[in-house]
C-alpha cells in the first residue's frame, strides 16, 4: 500500500535537493510525497540552522506535529513517523530529542541515504528512536538511488557540499563539514537524466560550488569551469547556472566560461557579506573588497550584461558606523540586480559568536532598514531597465492568475506572462512590458517558430 510522505524544506537550495533525495530514498519502500501534513504516514522536516530564527521555527513546527500524531493515533490508530533532518538535526540532534521526545527519527544531511535502515529500527510501540548524524566514511552520493520523480524545466544538482573556509560567523563547517565535490562523471550521468526527463536547466549547487575539485575518473581534477564547458555539451540542456560562490574561488577559467558558454546565465550570486575590509579581516573572509570588485570587473569585461547577487551581514560584531558606510558604498559601487542581506545572529560554536563587542539588536535593525532600502531600489531599478528588452523565458509552471504563466529571464528575475500551460519547459521570447520590485511582466514576443 502506498504511504503518504510530507517533506517540509527550510533554507537553502541544497536542502531542496536533499528533500528531493530523500523522496528517492523512500520511493522504494511504497511512499509517495504529498503536498501538505494532512494524512501523512511520515513527515519530515528539512531543517536549517543557518540562523537563530531558522532553527526555532523548527521546534514550533515541531509541537504543532506532535498533535498531529496524537490524533492520528488516538482518533485512527495511526501511526506518524515524525523525522528532523537537516542542519538542525546534525547540529542540535540530543537537544531535539530532549526538547521533543515524540520526534521518532534525526538524520544529519550525510546521512539520508540510511532513511531505509532508521526506519526499520525505530518501533513505535516502545517509542524507539533512531539518530544518526555520523560524518560517514561512504559517500551518500554513491548510496543514492536514482531520481524517481522528474525534478521539473529548471532543477537542482548537488556538485560539492560542506565548506573549509570556516568564517567567522558561519555554521556550514561545522554542519555540512568538509569539502567534497563529487566526481565529474557522476553529475554528467545525473545531469544527462535530469534533461532526459524534461529539465532544461540546471543549477549546481555547494556551499561553496566554485571551489569545486571533482575527480575527472583518469587521475586529474576538474574545476567548475571545466565542469561547466563538459555540461554545456548536453544536448536539451539549455540553460547552466551555479550558486553560491566565494570570491577568492572565481579562477580564471570558471570567469572565461561567462564569456565562452552561451548556456551559462548571466546572473552570479557572490556574497561578499561587508564593504568594510575590516570587518571582512574580522570574518576570516580571507580577502579585502579590491579582490571582489576585480572578479566584477573581470566578469562584466567577458560579460557586460552580468546580472549580481549578494549576501550581506549587518552588524557582525565590531562592525562600526564608518563600517556599515562602507558597506552602503560598497552596493552603490557594484549595483545589484538582487541580493540578501540579515542581521548578524551568533551561532552557538562559532568564533563571532563569543566575541565581546556584539553589535545593539536596534543598531541591527537599523543598518539592515537602510541596507534593504538600498538594495531594493537597486532590484527596482534593474527590473526597470529590462523594460522593453526581448528576453528567453524558461516557462517553469502556472502562475498566480488564470491565463498567467511564470517563469525566469536569464537574468534570473521572475517573469508573468499570459500564456498556457502546454508551454511549460519551453524556452519562449518575450518582451519585457513592466518591470517591478520583485518581478516584470512580459508578452510572448511571436510564437511562430516556436517547438
Ligand atoms: N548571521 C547572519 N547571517 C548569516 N549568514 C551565514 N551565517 C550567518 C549568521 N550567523 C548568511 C551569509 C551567508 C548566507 C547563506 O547566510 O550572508 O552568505
Ligand atoms: Fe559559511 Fe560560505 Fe564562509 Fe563557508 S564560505 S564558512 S559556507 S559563509
Redesign the pocket.
Known sequence: MTKKLFIKTYG?QMNVYDSDRMTDVLAPLGYAPIETPDGADMVILNTCH???KASEKVFSELGRLRMMKEKARDQQGRAVTIAVAGCVAQAEGAEITRRAPWVDIVVGPQTYHRLPELIAEIDPSVRKRAIDTDFPQEVKFDLLPEEHAPRGPAAFLSVQEGCDKF?A????PYTRGAEYSRPAADVLAEATRLVGRGTREITLLGQNVNAYHGDDGHGSVWSLGRLIHALAEIDGLERIRYT?SHPLDMDDELIAAHGNVPQLMPYLHL?I?SGSDRVLDAMNRRHSKDVYFKVIDKLRHVRPDIAMSG???VG?PGESDQDFADTLALIDKVGYASA????????PG?P??VSDLQVPEAVKADRLEALQQLLNAQQFAFNKKTEGMRLDILVERAGGRAGQMAGRSPFMQAVNFAGSEDQIGQIIACDIIEGRQNSVTAEITSMKGVA
Open positions: 537553502c543557518i540562523r537563530e568564517c560567523f558561519c555554521v556550514v553560491t556574497p557579506q549576501d550581506f551581514i557582525f540578501y542581506s540579515f542581521k548578524y545572529s551568533p551561532r562559532t563571532a559568536s
